[in-house]
């Protein structure tokens, strides 16, 4: 089956720096997301990108974030001045289209981001 | 709004017994279900959906779940735990209509003890 791959699968950052996590959605998808995992807590959607641009995004996606294909391959999230409670596993996921019923998420395995 | 919520953090059944995890939703349009599994370092992976049609979905590895709109549930089961069925489970509901932005429950590790 084909993969999403993300990488690094572990990322350790000081408070305030910028971090960039990269995705590899599938190539023939259309559709990407972010999500996001802080230990112990739920899976929360963080921003939806379709067409070179935001579809949606969920309240925890502030300023401080950003979302980017920059080369037809790649799907980047940046934060820009990581603190503390961005500490989680990101989440990368794709889908070759939205709105039908058939059409499923492909999940990367995720980045565990560490911010001390 | 849609939400997802998950009874019990922490499951651990005997090898060979049933797995029973809980999920009830709530959304303001018919919802579509899903069972995502999160094995050790892996991402998540779609174990059934619930779109339309029968109510009773099967999915991989033998589990299968039950829509019961008067319920508002969506409960996993599997007859016999494997120990490769340790894992995390996610229960997530999206609506039928609009973006496929999923909301996902907040999970419960299941233990299979030999």
């Known amino acids: 089956e084909p993969e999403v791959t993300q990488t690094p699968s572990h990322q350790v950052t000081q408070m305030g720096q910028e971090v960039i996590l990269r995705c590899v959605p599938i190539?023939?998808?259309?559709?990407f997301y972010w999500y996001r995992q802080i230990l112990g807590q739920k899976v929360e959607f963080l921003v939806s990108f379709y067409n070179n641009e935001i579809s949606e995004k969920s309240e925890i996606f502030d300023d401080q974030f950003s979302v980017e294909r920059p080369d037809g391959s790649n799907f980047t999230l940046k934060i820009r001045s990581t603190k503390l409670e961005d500490s989680a596993m990101y989440f990368c996921a794709s889908s070759e289209a939205q709105r039908t019923s058939n059409e499923k998420l492909f999940f990367g395995s995720g980045t565990q981001l560490s911010v001390l | 709004a849609q939400s997802v919520t998950q009874l019990g953090s922490h499951v651990s059944v005997s090898e060979g017994a049933l797995v029973l995890l809980r999920c009830n939703y709530s959304?303001?349009?018919?919802?579509?279900l899903f069972w995502y599994v999160q094995y050790p370092n892996q991402g998540l992976q779609l174990l059934l959906k619930?779109?339309?049609?029968?109510?009773l979905v099967k999915g991989i590895n033998g589990f299968e779940a039950e829509f019961k709109k008067s319920e508002t549930s969506f409960h996993l089961t599997k007859p016999s735990a494997h120990m490769s069925d340790a894992a995390e489970y996610f229960c997530a509901v999206r609506n039928s209509g609009g973006y496929q932005k999923v909301t996902f429950g907040i999970g419960t590790k299941l233990q299979v003890i030999p």
């Open positions: 959304s303001s349009v018919p919802p579509y």
């Open positions: 190539s023939n998808h259309l559709y």
């Open positions: 619930y779109t339309t049609g029968a109510t």
